[in-house]
T-cell receptor, first 110, second 112 residues
Framework: QQPVQSPQAVILREGEDAVINCSSSKALYSVHWYRQKHGEAPVFLMILLKGGEQMRHEKISASFNEKKQQSSLYLTASQLSYSGTYFC???????????FGAGTTVTVRA | GAGVSQSPSNKVTEKGKDVELRCDPISGHTALYWYRQSLGQGLEFLIYFQGNSAPDKSGLPSDRFSAERTGGSVSTLTIQRTQQEDSAVYLCASQVLNTEAFFGQGTRLTVV
């Protein structure tokens, strides 16, 4: 099953913070986060492993709650370059198949 | 190659025709995925190959869709008797198990 992301979209001013949530109904081995800019392929941001630590990419960080099968992506002090669609991808503990949520569109304005 | 390569980058076809989309994964990557992305939508899983295991075809939307991966490397996604609703960007990704997945630039398919 696909993970569920929220919110669907968020609009920020430069310097503001945002949180994107991702939840799954199945037991997870890992959570991946990707960002896709318009007309481009998704680009990897980070991976969170079961039992692993919170990860960080520039001022973007993420956490993974294994018990709740949830992950959150934190955009801190957002920059114009953070604009794009963020996808969480989940790898199940049983199938190791990477399934993606519907995405969260982030727009950062000056 | 340096990355995942997909061809063609764009394909316009007439309704009812068959099309083949090709994906060259990164050498040594055992996992290969096909996803479909309609305009403004998410990444819809189609099929997953892992090593020599039987592929996971659970995401193929109909029996008009099929895919194969030869020699554990190149993959071809075939759509038979194309319909207008098949119009989308088809993305291929490869990875070493449970590491970063690398995406190709996609094939934009337009069925007219």
């Amino acid at each position: 099953q696909q993970p569920v992301q929220s919110p669907q979209a968020v609009i920020l001013r430069e310097g503001e913070d945002a949180v994107i949530n991702c939840s799954s109904s199945k037991a997870l081995y890992s959570v991946h986060w990707y960002r896709q800019k318009h007309g481009e392929a998704p680009v990897f941001l980070m991976i969170l492993l079961k039992g692993g630590e919170q990860m960080r990419h520039e001022k973007i960080s993420a956490s993974f709650n294994e018990k709740k099968q949830q992950s959150s992506l934190y955009l801190t002090a957002s920059q114009l370059s953070y604009s794009g669609t963020y996808f969480c991808g989940t790898l199940g503990s049983n199938d190791y198949k990477l399934s993606f949520g519907a995405g969260t569109t982030v727009t950062v304005r000056a | 190659g340096a990355g995942v390569s997909q061809s063609p980058s764009n394909k316009v076809t007439e309704k009812g025709k068959d099309v083949e989309l090709r994906c060259d994964p990164i050498s040594g990557h055992t996992a290969l995925y096909w996803y479909r992305q309609s305009l403004g939508q998410g990444l819809e899983f189609l099929i997953y190959f892992q090593g020599n295991s039987a592929p996971d075809k659970s995401g193929l939307p109909s029996d008009r869709f099929s895919a194969e991966r030869t020699g554990g490397s190149v993959s071809t996604l075939t759509i038979q008797r194309t319909q207008q609703e098949d119009s989308a960007v088809y993305l291929c990704a490869s990875q070493v198990l449970n590491t970063e997945a690398f995406f190709g630039q996609g094939t934009r398919l337009t069925v007219v």
